[in-house]
């Protein structure tokens, strides 16, 4: 879990953050199998997602397409964007030449009409931006009116647990920046991250139109103990604190 919070200092040459184009060969196979998201983080979402046979959905942040091609598999008609034009030719390969795949920015307007999807998918991506609340009225612009926004963070109290036991004092109240040093596939990536409070993430779906209908600290699949017998050492039951999930209702 990445720890190191970041002030803002202004240099000649800012280091380029969350170049996913750069590692997105050795990202891509590490997700495969990974215990965070092959085992936790995309199971939890498509339990969540529940049955979604002929639904529209948008899979926000898609990346290489995994959770894309097993909504796809249980009969959703899927749409993926992602920022990384590397990541989505990652996600080509996978899904193949028909795919609906776009380069998109979260930052700016949507290339949707209104009301476009049932659902939107916003796994592990919102952590990614300092300010939620364009971004979250895009994504309710596009949803229809009783669709769901199925979201996937940083677990806010983990990642202060963790700067805790770094010997850092972290800021929980404050929504604040943060950056770590990722290498993928022998790629070395600088990534920034958005931690904000809990209470600030709640506020900030309801400012958008949104209902919270469920938050939820899911457990990892059980397999997962037998192929991670090291990771999971010290976990006693089936649930650890690294994300926080949410089903949040269009108004």
Partial sequence: MPTMPEDHVETAHPPRYNDYDRMAEGYTAENETSLLNAYYERPAMLQLAGDVNGRRILDVGCGSGPLFAELRDRGALV???????GMLEQARRRLGGDADLRVADLAGPLPFPDDAFDDVIASLVLHYLEDWGPTLAELRRVLKPGGRLLVSVDHPFSVVLFQQMAGEKPRYFETRTRTDEWTKGGQTVQMRFWDRPLHAMTEAFTAAGFGISVISEPPFVPEAREL??????????????????FVLEAG
Avoid: Q, V
């Fill in 79 to 85: 749409t993926g964007i992602d920022a990384s034009a």
């Fill in 228 to 245: 991670f017998p090291e990771e999971l050492r010290e976990i006693t039951g089936t649930r650890f604190a690294c994300f926080l999930f």
